[in-house]
């Protein structure tokens, strides 16, 4: 279309101020300018970069010599849960995402040890199989 063309056509309404809509509120500049922000195509490729790079450790195996060591404390608690004894006690938790997992050290009290099924419960409801401990220490 020619510009002069359009000037014709236009040129009553050309040099208005704009009044505003009616029926619309105005917009923010902040919502304006969020219209023109880049457009994530690879939505999440960031988190699972985060995910993929995240560390994780390998499951010690303990000597025969510290399983029977773990296996005297825990013997002990059995002896003495009416007490609901409150250790320090260290454990691998398993990776939900990926191979491996992390270790973890937690001050709780102990509620319930099921020896049938290797089992500890802590007050917070948290069960934890024997064969995650590396560590209790009585408080």
Known sequence: MNLNLYKQCY???????YQGSVKHAH????????????????NGHEAAILETARMTEEKIMLTEDRKAYINE?????KEHIHMK???????????????????IRKNVRII????????LTFDDKTKLFFEDIIDIEFL
Not at 73 to 77: E, G, V
């Open 11 to 17: 040129e009553d309404i050309l040099y208005f101020d």
């Open 85 to 103: 004894p409150f250790v320090d006690i260290t454990y691998f938790q398993k990776d939900e995402r990926k191979e491996g997992g992390s270790y």
């Open 27 to 42: 917009m923010s500049l902040y919502d304006r300018a969020a219209q023109f922000s880049p457009f994530a195509a690879l």
């Open 112 to 119: 319930k040890i099921d020896h049938d099924s290797h089992i």
């Open 73 to 77: 404390k825990l013997h002990f608690l």
